[in-house]
């Protein structure tokens, strides 16, 4: 038990992470697919609350005051004449006091309010906000095809960087056997001094590329964790290998969603170009309000009493405020639709361009297969031949050179093919978000690919330039 439990503390902040799984945490993680779905959450209730215009508004009110003084009126009331014996009738009575209030007033309010006819504004401004939902579900939809895509180029520059690493180390150890070998060469007088120290120099500069791909590795595993929401102390796993997808272009649907967004957007804004074009015509309403108070007029009693209204409002002069809004609207709307015209041209050749790179690099993928088999089969032959002395270090070392760069190709390839494979799905689905968040997501991602491949281009660049 005791064991268990000290594998599960030792074990709880690894993450062993295959693409599959990157791709599952970004989907529940990732901060800009949990906000998308608060703003789809947002414009639901926009579209209910449009449609609660078109129900019945109730309201309820109650109050009670307290009168610290309550004015009064006194009044003579008359009892009776009365016959004096000089025959005039004297009046006899007492004086009343009427309230005009009490110390306790009480009344209790409830009206209903319905709107009648609003020459459409009502219907307009509930399909302009029914088309914005539409419109922030499929943003929703774009932003996790979003990250989905990016998470796995991402995953797959990180694995590149891992491989990269990995093979860094091979390499040091094939040079170091090669130091060895050329030093026995030395010491048993078949090799030169300076064939001694080129092997040891080839060997040492080495240990400054491994360094260098160490570190870049980490770069990528951290880039890695903030894309996932991992905390800076997980330690992660990668599991698996480079694999370019398999894919067929001809087959993949083109959806361009990022372009129906923009449709959706402007369908909204018309709707709201109608409600603001309307917003000067009259509105019939119905309004029906009880009362229920004490005290109810004179009397200290409680009494209702109902009143039912059918109005009509009509905003006559505003300044010219609505017609200016529709103005403006309307010239934000023939922007939208130039630009829309113009999105979707651009849209159709990233895609024949995505495509295009697509095929290219998996030719370019092809020939690096070839070659790197061909350098290592050169490179056995070679050292074969160096080792019995048949090849000068001079010539064995430019094989070795062509060999490392083949294999450092062929990687480089294998991850260019994959990452341009999902730059072609991206674009056919329309997987594309505009906003500067997103812009700088994309210029991180861009800054992290060029890092990998700078890290894999220095290294092939080392070694051309006589590392041997």
């Given amino acids: 038990m005791v064991g ?3 594998f599960f503390i030792l074990s709880s902040d690894t993450v062993f992470l295959s693409e599959e799984k990157a791709y599952e945490m970004a989907m529940s993680e990732s901060p800009m697919v949990r906000a998308e779905n608060f703003n789809v959450l947002s414009a639901y209730y926009n579209k209910k609350s449009a449609f609660s215009s078109f ?13 610290s003084l309550v004015q009064s009126m006194k009044t003579f009331s008359l009892d009776s004449l009365v016959m004096t014996p000089s025959g005039a009738f004297i009046p006899m009575g007492h004086y009343e006091t009427i309230p005009f209030s009490q110390k306790d007033n009480y009344d209790l309010g409830l009206s209903i309010n319905q709107t009648l006819f609003t020459f459409g504004k009502l219907l ?3 399909k302009s906000a029914s088309w914005n939902l539409k419109g922030e579900r499929l943003k929703d939809t774009i932003t996790k095809g979003y990250m989905g895509i990016t998470i796995r180029e991402l995953y797959t520059q990180t694995l590149l960087a891992k491989a990269y690493y990995d ?8 040079l170091e056997e090669v130091y060895h070998i050329t030093k026995d060469k030395y010491e048993s007088g078949t090799a030169t001094e300076i064939d001694l120290l080129q092997a040891k120099l080839a060997y040492m500069r080495q240990k400054n590329s491994i360094l260098t791909a160490k570190n870049a590795y980490i770069q990528s595993i951290s880039m890695l964790k903030v894309m996932l929401n991992l905390s800076p102390s997980t330690e992660v796993v990668l599991k698996d290998t480079i694999k370019p997808l398999v894919l067929d272009m001809d087959t993949v649907k083109t959806l361009n969603l990022d372009i129906k967004v923009t449709d959706y957007t402007l369908k909204s804004l018309l709707y709201q170009k109608k409600t603001l074009d309307r917003l000067m015509l009259p509105n019939l309403f119905s309004a029906f309000s009880y009362k229920y108070q004490k005290p109810f007029g004179m009397e200290n ?8 209204t059918l ?10 405020k609505s017609v200016s809004q529709a103005k403006s609207l309307n010239a934000k709307i023939k922007s939208l639709s130039v630009l829309r015209n113009m999105q979707k041209n651009e849209r159709d050749m990233d895609i024949l361009m995505k495509k295009r790179d697509v095929i290219a690099q998996e030719e370019a993928y092809k020939l690096s297969l070839e070659n790197e088999k061909l350098a290592e089969k050169l490179y056995n032959a070679s050292k074969t031949q160096y080792e019995e002395g048949y090849l000068s270090y001079s010539d064995f070392s430019n094989i070795i050179i062509n060999y490392h760069t083949s294999l450092v190709e062929t990687l480089k390839s294998i991850a260019d093919l994959k990452i341009k494979q999902l730059e072609f799905i991206k674009y056919a689905k329309g997987y594309i978000l505009e906003s500067s968040s997103n812009s700088s997501m994309q210029q991180g991602m861009n800054m992290q690919e060029q890092g990998s491949n700078q890290n894999v281009n220095q290294g092939n660049s080392n070694m051309k330039k006589g590392g041997f």
């Fill in 4 to 6: 268990f439990l000290m």
């Fill in 55 to 67: 129900l019945p508004q109730i309201s309820f009110s109650t109050s009670y005051t307290r009168l």
């Fill in 124 to 126: 307009a401004s509930y």
């Fill in 167 to 174: 093979l860094m180390v091979k390499i040091d150890s094939q």
């Fill in 301 to 308: 009693e409680w009494k209702g009493y109902w009143a039912l």
């Fill in 311 to 320: 109005g009509l409002s009509w905003n006559l002069f505003d300044g010219g």
